[in-house]
């Protein structure tokens, strides 16, 4: 859906549908990532005992994609709120005329 988002800069799309695509992309992104880092975090507990090292080691390797996916996020969220800000801005305009 991200990838999708990102392609349809490319093409003519309305900014509702942009919106709808934004926050489509933040709603599918944030859940994938939730599932993902939890699963993550209980596995790696299970396994610190074990081989401490090794899951420092990942942990501190994986925090540049943790913070990539929450940079993008972060994005998404702003474009969700940029495009409903101008949806409405239009909405507003086409009343008055």
Same mark, same amino acid.
């Given at each position: 859906m991200v990838n999708?988002?990102?392609? &349809?800069? +490319? @093409?003519d799309t309305s900014p509702m549908m942009s919106m709808v695509l934004s926050a489509l992309a933040l709603l599918i992104y944030g859940l994938c990532c939730l599932f993902n880092w939890s699963w993550q975090v209980w596995f790696l507990? &299970? $396994? +610190?005992? *074990?081989?401490? +090292?090794? @899951? $420092?080691?990942?942990?501190?390797?994986? &925090?540049?994609?943790? /913070? *990539? *996916? $929450?940079?993008?996020?972060? /994005?998404?969220?702003k474009n969700v709120i940029r495009k409903y800000n101008g949806t409405s801005n239009q909405k507003e305009s086409k009343k008055k005329e």
């Open positions: 999708l988002l990102l392609a &349809s800069r +490319f @093409v507990t &299970s $396994i +610190f005992t *074990d081989k401490p +090292f090794q @899951v $420092i080691g990942y942990v501190a390797l994986m &925090s540049m994609l943790v /913070w *990539d *996916d $929450i940079v993008l996020m972060k /994005w998404l969220y």
